[in-house]
């Protein structure tokens, strides 16, 4: 079975920072796509960033110059990065798996998600 684990979150103030962690076990795909989406309350999940397994990443607009998707040395690993955190950042942040069909930061049809993990920032 496809599994995702995420680690990292926890509570920033305004400005401060934190590293989400990703990892998938049960793949047998050599180039999977893995995503980062949040949900904030009472919104819409929406999707940040997208790494392939070239480790090319996609990011949302308003989380460029701020959010940084990356891999591992592995192709079970992915991380973000996200660095001056804003308020409007608290959301359950969710890891995300498919295989490659489509560019990875199409963000479309990705099956597979971990249990999510809390970012607040105040």
């Known amino acids: 079975d496809v599994q995702l684990v995420e680690s990292g979150g926890g509570s920033v103030q305004t400005g401060g920072s934190l590293r989400l962690s990703c990892t998938v076990s049960?793949?047998?795909?050599?180039?999977?796509?893995m995503a980062w989406f949040r949900q904030a309350p009472g919104k819409e999940r929406e999707a940040v960033a997208a790494?392939?397994?070239?480790?090319?990443?996609t990011h949302r607009p308003s989380v460029k110059g701020r959010f940084t998707a990356s891999k591992g040395n592995t192709k079970n690993d992915a991380y973000l990065q996200m660095n001056n955190l804003q308020p409007e950042d608290t959301a359950v942040y969710y890891c995300?798996?498919?295989?490659?069909?489509?560019?990875?930061?199409?963000?479309?049809?990705?099956?597979?998600w971990g249990q999510g993990t809390q970012v607040t920032v105040s």
């Open positions: 995300a798996y498919r295989r490659w069909s489509t560019a990875c930061g199409d963000f479309k049809d990705y099956a597979y």
């Open positions: 049960g793949i047998t795909d050599s180039t999977p796509c």
């Open positions: 790494i392939n397994n070239a480790g090319s990443p």
